[in-house]
């Protein structure tokens, strides 16, 4: 059990690629934390910097009361899954579970009742005597994840271990990890690229770009209140529809406009428009925001548009739809009867409109 | 169908196959028939009635006491094995640590290291025994089996870093960091995950090294002066072959023993050797 500081983390690689910006995280004890980004944004060289895998540039990094950064991995008291793997070729699966404790000097029956007791939390009991080779994906991703417990670690790094697994392997395993964090309750710093992943396993989720954190925040927070353009289309799929509007002033209120658009902007978002009046904005709405508009609807919150391509999946209908100039994605009920080519209007949800600076891309 | 597809398989597999083993082996069939052939048909022209070219009537082991009685043999063959074991070693220790650095570790100069010492495999033999020979006098080795011992590492080692050095590459480097994070130093990481994983490669480098100083000639030739020095190669070929008179039996006897080590070697490690040339680590 330790919390994890992380202070004006910095990784330069070659001193011309600066692959991690100025990190500044607490991750708080038992917390599960979630780093997600797109490939290159800096999730994995942070994660490898907190294993000791990789060197510090500068800044500090702490676990529990330790500041850990000139210690060599053995001695930070972390485990680590990898995405494949990793699991000794030439060990069996009960020795793969045993190294980290024979490394430690610990006592064989000592050893042997962890690893029972790992193995059965995660079900390989019947494995232990097989090679790896000799399991199949979703094993080999329990194998690794028993390895990591057995140790008892005041810290688990995760490094996107879910991605080789097929898709309906990795929602199984999701849960199960997820139950095992519950279990074990200890902090975990996972990995990984997916945000469904990260939204569903993350107590706290940081998303990252280009080496800088754009957002610290609970899943939900991430969702409803992005803190710029780009944790907004990161995350939530399909991805938030973004136009480039103009906000007016008129007698009735303020409106976001533009070809073949006209929305009025909320009351509660108007004040902080005031000072963008005239100019150019992004708006931000996201596809279950949209849904197709009664009767009841007023035309301030309402756009019209031509179906271009309907995908039904079942449990909803995926719209994609051009208003105007501007293509739309909406997630409408599946009972909705559309064609393509048909026109059709769609009311929007006012409180669910996000507005962002059109150079900062900073939320207002 | 079913049909042309089993000539086609016959026309573009089996013959060719069949063809390429027979070029192959036919060279160790006549060394073995060879080496029973009594010399009085050794001698004799083909041209002459009921002669036997591809086979023999009366085989026979002459040859065999020939050699063991009238020359140092075995002392040849305990030389050549002595000095294939002990150059292997010395060329598979440095190359291990050679090829582990120059695949793992990021070090300044690493990739010119890596180069320069695949160029000293490229000097070919034929030039540096010149040089080497004089530091062989020198350093009083000349005539002794660490002449050899000490100067076959200058073309094996280049050679097993290499080799191993491919293969140390296709490890993934997780399994060392993970053994690292579990606990082991790198020295650890490396004995106790690299090393075993990696034992196709090592072994397959160990073959070759060992193939080619038990096969090597020039150096033996130069250095080697007494007959109870020699190796095989360079004793079975000074020995048998007087002025312009061929001991072909015994020749060919010798030959084909000393070839039955390697053979040997090849066939018990078979299988390692495939795969340490493939390079494949399932993880």
């Known amino acids: ?299 301030d919150y309402a756009l019209d548009c031509t179906v271009e391509v309907v995908e039904p999946l079942g449990n909803e209908i995926l719209l994609d739809v051009r208003a105007g100039s501007h293509p739309l994605v909406a997630r409408v009920d599946p009972a909705t009867r559309v064609k393509v080519h048909q026109s059709l209007r769609l009311a929007l949800d006012p409180e669910r409109l996000h507005f962002f600076d059109a150079n900062t891309e900073a939320a207002i | 169908m079913v049909i042309e597809r089993r000539w086609k398989k016959w026309l573009y597999f089996y013959i060719p196959l069949a063809l390429f083993i027979l070029f192959t082996l036919f060279p160790f069939y006549w060394m073995a028939v060879t080496a029973f052939r009594p010399d009085g048909e050794l001698y004799r022209t083909w041209r002459q009635a009921n002669a036997t070219p591809f086979w023999t009537l009366a085989p026979t082991t002459e040859h065999f006491h020939g050699l063991l009685e009238s020359t140092a043999f075995l002392r040849w063959l305990g030389n050549t094995m002595f000095i294939a074991l002990a150059s292997t070693a010395i060329s598979l220790l440095c190359g291990l640590f050679a090829g582990y650095a120059l695949s793992r570790l990021r070090f300044r100069g690493s990739e010119f290291l890596g180069t320069a010492i695949f160029i000293t495999y490229l000097v070919p033999q034929t030039l540096l025994f010149i040089p080497l020979a004089d530091i062989v006098r020198d350093m009083h080795l000349g005539n002794t089996p660490w002449s050899l011992i000490l100067t076959y590492p200058t073309f094996l080692i280049p050679f097993c870093t290499w080799l191993l050095m491919g293969y140390f590459k296709t490890i993934p480097k997780e399994l060392e960091e993970c053994a690292r994070i579990d606990g082991a130093t790198r020295f650890g990481a490396m004995f106790r995950i690299i090393f075993p994983v990696a034992v196709p490669g090592i072994l397959s480098a160990g073959i070759f090294a060992f193939t080619l100083s038990w096969n090597e000639f020039i150096y033996a030739l130069v250095f080697l002066s007494s007959v109870e020095e020699k190796t095989v190669p360079v004793g079975v070929v000074s020995e048998l072959i007087r002025g312009d008179i061929f001991f072909w039996g015994q020749l060919m006897a010798g030959a084909l023993l000393g070839s039955v080590p390697v053979a040997l070697v090849y066939s018990f490690f078979v299988e390692y050797y495939v795969a340490g040339m493939t390079g494949s680590v399932k993880g």
């Open chain 1, 1 to 299: 059990m330790a919390e994890v500081v992380l202070s004006g983390l910095n990784k330069w690689y070659d001193r011309n690629v600066h692959a991690v910006k100025d990190v500044n995280l607490h991750i708080r004890d038992r917390e599960f934390m979630v780093l997600v980004g797109p490939s290159g944004c800096g999730k994995t060289t942070t994660l490898r910097m907190i294993a000791g895998l990789e060197e510090i540039s500068s800044g500090e990094i702490r676990i529990g009361e330790r500041v850990v950064n000139d210690l060599p991995p053995m001695d930070r008291d972390i485990a680590m899954v990898f995405q494949n793997y990793a699991l000794y070729p030439h060990k069996s699966v009960y020795d793969n579970m045993a190294f980290g404790l024979q490394m430690r000097k610990f006592a064989k029956d000592e050893i042997r009742r962890r690893v029972q007791a790992a193995s059965e939390i995660l079900g390989i009991q019947p494995l232990l005597a097989r090679k790896p080779r000799q399991l199949s994906g979703g094993q080999r991703q329990r194998v690794a994840l028993g390895r990591a417990i057995v140790r008892h670690p005041q810290l688990f790094l995760f490094d996107e271990p879910l991605s080789n697994l097929d898709a309906k392997l990795r929602v199984q395993m999701r849960v199960e990890l997820k139950r095992l964090h519950e279990r074990l309750s200890t902090t975990a710093v996972y990995v990984t690229h997916d945000q469904v992943e990260a939204m569903t396993l993350g107590d706290r989720v940081v998303v990252m770009k280009d080496g800088l954190v754009q957002q610290v925040g609970e899943p939900l927070e991430l969702y409803g209140r992005p803190a710029n353009r780009f944790v907004a289309g990161f995350i939530g799929s399909p991805a938030m529809n973004f136009a480039e509007v103009t906000i007016n002033h008129s007698a009735q209120g303020v409106w976001a406009e533009t070809a073949g658009l006209r929305i009025r902007v909320p009351p509660a978002k108007a004040e902080a428009l005031r000072g963008h009046a005239g100019g150019k904005v992004l708006l931000g709405v996201r596809p279950e925001a949209l849904r197709v508009a009664n009767g009841a609807d007023v035309a």
